[in-house]
């Protein structure tokens, strides 16, 4: 059974640094995709940021700079370091699987991906 479990939302003031993480069980984890995605209230679920099988790394334009995402395939564990938080980085941060190799016009949408975890609460206040 396949799990992905998000930690390390909480509530900062604008400037301040979160780092989120996301471990996976329950399938093979360097063969797929990784990816954050945010949705805040009343908004569309938005990619974030993406690392694909082969450690190929995508950033939104938002978040280009500021959000690194990295992953420990020894412990199964994606992260999302998240420097410079601004109030509009407020949002529910999900993590996602996608089997194998996903094309880069697809990397930042929602649908390619198979697996969710159940998401953190990020608030940055200004």
């Known amino acids: 059974q396949v799990q992905l479990v998000e930690s390390g939302g909480g509530s900062v003031e604008a400037g301040g640094s979160l780092r989120l993480s996301c471990v996976a069980s329950g399938y093979s984890y360097s063969a797929y995709s990784m990816g954050w995605f945010r949705q805040a209230p009343g908004k569309e679920r938005e990619g974030v940021a993406n690392?694909?099988?082969?450690?190929?790394?995508n950033y939104a334009r938002s978040v280009k700079g500021r959000f690194t995402i990295s992953q420990d395939n020894a412990k199964n564990t994606l992260y999302l370091q998240m420097n410079s938080l601004k109030p509009e980085d407020t949002a529910t941060y999900y993590c996602?699987?996608?089997?194998?190799?996903?094309?880069?016009?697809?990397?930042?949408?929602?649908?390619?991906?198979?697996?969710w975890g159940q998401g953190t609460q990020v608030t940055v206040s200004s």
């Open positions: 996602a699987a996608a089997r194998g190799h996903l094309w880069v016009g697809f990397r930042f949408l929602p649908r390619y991906y198979d697996y």
């Open positions: 690392i694909d099988s082969d450690g190929t790394t």
